[in-house]
């Protein structure tokens, strides 16, 4: 629940940030090639996203919508990609440098979130295609260096976290073979 609401938040921060200034224009321009990217590789769509900054930019943030069904080995290997993609686009970004918090910008400065849905555009529910063992992902998060993988059992309770780990960690399971 709290990752719809953080979503929420990204998308009013995104509507708030129209404005033609150097920043605007140059995360505009990070945030239109990596919706590209979204979409020619993974055929997936940005649902929200945003920056975060009292001063200088502290934090760029990018929810996606997929198509399920996702486990943690898909889901891992989907989240650091795109995180990854987000993040060198950020700091190979000459325009968008003086704007930084710091730089190089770090992965602890990305938050992400794939969100699995079904054909309706809602949450992807493992109770909906009988998933007892309920590794039918819903909501992939990355925030402050750390990845959640939550599925959802439709009701209006929490999500259940089925497993955590650093980015770190992720990175090497990621790369160890099959």
């Known amino acids: 629940m709290n990752l719809l609401i953080a979503n929420i938040i990204m998308s009013i921060f995104s509507i708030f940030n129209f404005n033609q200034s150097e920043p605007n224009k140059s995360s505009e321009e990070i945030y239109r090639n ?7 590789k993974y055929g997936a769509k940005i649902s929200s ?3 975060g900054y ?3 930019i502290e934090q760029f943030m990018v929810g996606v919508d997929i198509q399920g069904p996702l486990n943690v080995k898909k889901s891992r ?4 990609d795109l995180s ?3 993040l060198k686009r950020i700091n190979k970004s000459k325009e968008i440098r003086p704007y930084l918090h710091e730089y190089p910008f770090d992965i ?4 992400y979130s794939i969100n699995a849905v079904n054909t309706k555009g809602g949450l992807r529910n493992f109770t909906q295609y009988q998933n007892e063992s309920n590794d039918d992902l819903a909501i992939i998060s990355l925030y402050n260096g750390k990845i959640n993988y939550n599925s959802y059992d439709g009701s209006k309770g929490p999500l259940n ?6 980015y770190d960690e992720a990175l090497k399971k990621a790369s160890e073979p099959n």
Request: net charge positive; glycine share 4%; aromatic share 10%.
């Open 34 to 40: 990596h919706t590209e990217y979204v979409y020619k």
């Open 49 to 51: 996203y945003g920056r």
């Open 54 to 56: 009292p001063k200088k």
């Open 77 to 80: 290997k989907m989240i650091l």
């Open 84 to 86: 990854n993609d987000l």
């Open 108 to 111: 602890k400065n990305i938050r």
């Open 161 to 166: 976290n089925i497993h955590k780990e650093s």
